[in-house]
């Protein structure tokens, strides 16, 4: 029985078979950063969840298990904001801060391997599960809220994003994580570097690209969706492109826009629409989205093209769980 869920080929048809294997739907897991802190851990810290690689890799394992747990088929990894450049500005040597990038998709796959242990122990059927390392924008690496509006100034352009992104992105690249999830791209330039990095490297692991957007319209720039997810589109590593990290009610709008310029798996993972001020380094409690509002639209959304559904920050893993119910 094949458990694992990691293919032989990382070949372009990777999601669409994987998609097709798990029914249909794919079911991506839920906030991570925010599920650690409620799970006790203290993230007000420049190196936010990938703190807790070197601190706290229990829990790490611990959040991974419990979205398996609520029926998610895909793990992200906790390097959003791990970054070489970050490690070492803490006293981390180069060799250490790799080893903690690296780090961040063991305690995944072996999150994974318990999981489906325990199951086939139960003479169960363990769901398929892939791991998708997460790779955050330069803005999250600064910690200074422009993950949020894409605005790096005039100095940062095309290759200095790439050298910014490179050693990290080739480490997770072969790191035996499934694919590299290129998460909340807040602009067009930042999906330009990628694009190129994948190219350039001639990379053999697939990728996706989720993008996000405070107006419903545009990614949050203010750069045109439509032109990010052609950019997207062009590239043969990218296995699906997407949303997260987005207000619920933003997503059907935005999925109408990428139906028509992507002929790729489409992800959306949102936000349970609660606002992250910079300043504080908090979310801010506004009306937010209930697990049961959030359900209410996941099957539309599925209708509407999406393949690939999840949760991003502030949800947890009862989203997950109303979310695999909704489908099972
Ligand atoms: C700001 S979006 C954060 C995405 C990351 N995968 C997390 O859930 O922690
Ligand atoms: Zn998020």
Redesign the pocket.
């Known amino acids: 029985m094949e458990i694992q869920g990691c293919r032989e080929d990382r070949t372009s048809s990777l999601m669409v078979d994987f998609v097709k294997d798990c029914g249909g739907i794919a079911i991506i897991d839920g906030?991570?950063?925010?599920e650690l802190e409620a799970n006790g851990a203290d993230l007000n810290d420049p190196l936010w969840?990938a703190k807790c690689l070197f601190n706290s890799p229990h829990l790490i394992q611990k959040v991974h298990l419990d979205y398996l747990e609520a029926g998610a088929n895909i793990l992200?990894t906790s390097s959003?904001q791990a970054t070489i450049q970050g490690f070492e500005s803490r006293g981390f040597s180069k060799d250490q801060s790799e080893g903690l990038l690296r780090k961040s998709v063991e305690v995944a796959c072996e999150a994974r391997r318990i999981f489906q242990e325990k199951h086939v122990k139960a003479s169960k059927t363990p769901h398929q599960v892939l791991i998708a390392a997460?790779i955050?924008s330069y803005g999250?690496y600064l910690a200074d809220g422009s993950?949020y509006s894409g605005d790096y100034g005039e100095a940062i352009d095309l290759e200095a994003l790439k050298d910014f992104h490179r050693e990290r992105f080739l480490i997770l690249a072969d790191s035996g994580a499934d694919l590299i999830?290129f998460?909340?791209i807040p602009n067009k330039l930042e999906c330009q570097a990628y694009a190129e990095l994948l190219k350039e490297n001639d990379i053999k692991i697939p990728a996706w690209f989720a993008f996000n957007s405070k107006d419903g319209v545009h990614v949050v720039s203010g750069d045109s969706f439509v032109e990010c997810i052609s950019i997207a589109e062009s590239c043969k590593q990218v296995v699906a492109v997407g949303i997260?990290?987005t207000p619920p009610r933003f997503i059907h709008g935005l999925l109408m826009t990428i139906r028509k310029v992507t002929t790729k798996p489409i992800l959306i993972y949102p936000?349970s629409d609660e606002t992250y001020d910079p300043d504080v380094k908090e979310w801010v409690e506004s009306t937010g989205v209930s697990d049961d509002d959030f359900v209410s639209y996941v099957t539309k959304w599925h209708e509407a093209g999406a393949s690939l559904i999840g949760g991003?920050?502030r949800t947890t893993p009862n989203t997950i769980r109303a979310i695999y119910k909704a489908f099972n």
């Open positions: 906030g991570l950063a925010t969840s992200i959003y997460s955050g999250a993950e999830a998460e909340t997260n990290c936000n991003c920050c």
